[in-house]
């Protein structure tokens, strides 16, 4: 993939969209060009100001109301009842029935995500897919390095708080850091190799922006962690001081939970 097909697919990459060998390709380019590094961050800046921003549209008041008595006065029924509502709703009110429309366009895909996967199983899923669509790749961070503290700065510039990276008991390499976003929300990713060779996912999540996802509870030196699989991997999990803590490979749990401690200490 060439510099201009890199390009022409950062909105992509950004939003995840490619396939996996595509978001990797790209991943591979970003590591070493600068042009394409700068426009991919001056499109996150663009993507989190505008939802930082905007305001969520709320419903007028007595709409529900409204659109029953409309719906007993057209006296339609049947599969196509929406259409003859919409289009004499649409030639007095276009902004409330272009809402409507949104809404029954909306509504089946809000009712299958919540009946098919809790949001604690969609962030453990989320997270896996990270840590194997970017943790796997040859150069897989954005910014290479085996400092913990410059990491730590370079991240926190793009989360708005401290991180902390795993210390060095944990017995790992720090490979650099990942600038990522999960469910709209900016969070710290690092990346690890232990002694064998084997990738490392690190993760720390502001407890505020979304649910702990609670698998099997694990006691460990006084501290409460949890694990859970996705896709053949291990992640185990710890919450403190208000953040939300994971790590991601393919060691057991027990050795992963371990990395996760050394942190508390």
């Known amino acids: 993939m060439d510099h201009r097909e890199v390009f022409r697919r950062l909105d992509a990459y950004l939003d995840e969209e490619l396939d996996t060998a595509e978001q990797a ?6 590591s070493t060009c600068a042009v394409c590094q700068d426009a991919l961050a001056a499109r996150r800046e663009i993507k989190y100001t505008l939802r930082s921003e905007l305001q969520a549209v709320k419903a007028p008041a007595g709409l529900e109301r409204r659109i029953s008595k409309a719906l007993d ?52 899923k989320e997270m896996v897919d ?27 510039a793009w989360v708005g708080s401290p991180v902390h990276p795993l210390p060095p008991e944990a017995g790992l390499r ?3 850091a990942r600038l990522a976003d999960m469910h709209g929300m900016k969070i710290s990713y690092l990346i690890y190799e232990r002694s064998d ?35 053949g991997y291990r992640v185990v999990l710890m919450p403190m001081d208000e953040k939300n803590y994971a790590v991601i490979g393919k060691a057991n749990s027990h050795d992963l939970a371990v990395m996760l401690v050394k942190l508390a200490e």
């Not at 390709?25 to 970003?30: G, P």
């Not at 409330?96 to 962030?123: D, N, R």
């Open 73 to 124: 006065a057209t006296g339609v029924q049947g599969r196509f009842w929406y259409a003859t509502f919409l289009s004499r709703l649409w030639r007095f009110q276009p902004a409330l029935a272009g809402l409507v429309l949104l809404l029954i366009f909306l509504a089946p895909v809000v009712i299958w995500t919540f009946s098919t996967a809790t949001a604690e199983a969609a962030m453990v």
């Open 197 to 231: 060779g084997e990738r490392v996912s690190f993760f720390e999540v502001p407890q505020a922006t979304m649910p702990f996802p609670k698998g099997d509870a694990m006691d460990m030196d006084g501290h409460q962690l949890y694990q859970a699989q996705a896709s």
């Open 25 to 30: 390709e790209v991943a591979v380019h970003l």
């Open 130 to 156: 990270k840590h194997m669509m970017y943790g796997m790749l040859r150069e897989p961070a954005e910014m290479p390095t085996d400092d913990p503290q410059k990491a730590a700065d370079w991240l926190a």
């Open 174 to 176: 720090l490979l650099g």
